[in-house]
Nanobody, 121 residues
Framework: QVQLVESGGGLVEPGGSLRLSCTAS????????MGWYRRAPGKERELVAD???????NYADVVKGRFTISRDDAKNTAYLQMDNLRPEDTAVYYC???????????????WGRGTQVTVFS
């Protein structure tokens, strides 16, 4: 059984920064792609950023130049550094990981429960 736990959300003023973390625990043989998604009030969940096992990254246009995704496989952790935050970044942020639990098993997708980020004036 694999569990993902996010942390680092909170309240911040426009222009401020937050760093989200997502740590996987449980039966983990290998870590594959990792990503961060968000769901704003009244909107559907959207991709914020993702990172491959090799470190290739992809960002939503609205966060390019402001957010940075990274990973530390030794800690089974993904990070999202968020700078120059805007009110429209307010959302629940979820991490998603592709994790292989056993050596000969295809990786499965796991989701965290989310962490609230609120940007207010």
């Amino acid at each position: 059984q694999v569990q993902l736990v996010e942390s680092g959300g909170g309240l911040v003023e426009p222009g401020g920064s937050l760093r989200l973390s997502c740590t996987a625990s449980g039966s983990i043989f290998r870590m594959e792609a990792m990503g961060w998604y968000r769901r704003a009030p009244g909107k559907e969940r959207e991709l914020v950023a993702d990172i491959t096992k090799l470190g290739d990254t992809n960002y939503a246009d609205v966060v390019k130049g402001r957010f940075t995704i990274s990973r530390d496989d030794a800690k089974n952790t993904a990070y999202l550094q968020m700078d120059n935050l805007r009110p429209e970044d307010t959302a629940v942020y979820y991490c998603r990981m592709h994790i292989g639990a056993k050596e000969h098993e295809l990786p499965s997708i796991y989701w965290g429960r989310g962490t609230q980020v609120t940007v207010f004036s």
